[in-house]
């Protein structure tokens, strides 16, 4: 079974702060995700990478930037945290262009 | 650019009702449709595919190409149903550039 983790479950940071969400997926997927997800808005794509060193704008990038240095990793990076930021962030992973996204269990960010 | 609507926010049912979540789609080319459930406090997860022609856990949802909607429904409603559902919208074959979601039905089965 595909297990994508996200290193935190809770956290909160202030404004201004730099603020690093990690995600590891086991399943040697090519594609990984980060979402965000709030209330009456959905999920909302923020970046994905198809690739390790490759990275794509998804429908909501401004203010956040990814790494994925490995294959099995996806990083999202706030640079300057902003309290509009404050939700909650999925990672997925798919093994393919079309197959199933599997969801970790998402990072609740708040920013003070 | 595709796009994926679900009409209704929140749908309350009584347990043993029929249920139907709605979602119509916009894509020009051949879309691939899911359904997500996220129960409470747990991760979000497939419920099913319309390319798998499956039912899961008594749901099934059909591809209506001419109306662009991809309805999930269940003949009878259980309390283990009340979760957040989501529709979501893959480009058939292509590229991975993950998924357009809905903004998502929230699901309430009342006893």
């Known amino acids: 079974d595909v297990k994508v983790t996200q290193s935190s479950r809770y956290l909160v940071k202030r404004t201004g702060e730099k603020v690093f969400l990690e995600c590891v997926q086991d399943?040697?997927?090519?594609?990984m995700f980060w979402y965000r997800q709030d209330p009456g808005l959905g999920l909302r794509l923020i970046y994905f990478s198809y690739d390790v060193k490759m990275k794509e704008k998804g429908d909501i990038p401004e203010g956040y930037s990814v790494s994925r240095e490995k294959k099995e990793r996806f990083s999202l990076i706030l640079e300057s945290a902003s309290t509009n930021q404050t939700s909650m962030y999925l990672c997925?992973?798919?093994?393919?262009?079309?197959?199933?996204?599997?969801f970790g269990n998402g990072t609740r960010l708040t920013v003070t | 650019a595709q796009r994926v609507t679900q009409p209704e926010k929140l749908l309350s049912v009584f347990k043993g009702a029929p249920v139907e979540l709605k979602c119509n789609y916009s894509?020009?080319?051949?879309?691939?449709l899911f359904w997500y459930v996220q129960y409470s406090r747990q991760r979000l997860q497939l419920l099913l595919r319309h390319i798998s022609r499956e039912s899961i856990k008594g749901f099934t949802a059909d591809l209506n190409k001419g109306e662009t909607s991809f309805h999930l429904k269940k003949p009878f409603a259980q309390e283990e149903d009340s979760a957040m559902y989501y529709c979501?919208?893959?480009?058939?074959?292509?590229?991975?550039?993950?998924?357009?979601f809905g903004k998502g039905t929230h699901l309430i089965i009342q006893p």
């Open positions: 997925a992973s798919s093994l393919a262009g079309d197959s199933p996204l599997h």
């Open positions: 399943m040697d997927h090519e594609n």
């Open positions: 979501a919208l893959s480009r058939l074959g292509g590229g991975a550039d993950g998924l357009t």
């Open positions: 894509y020009s080319g051949s879309p691939e």
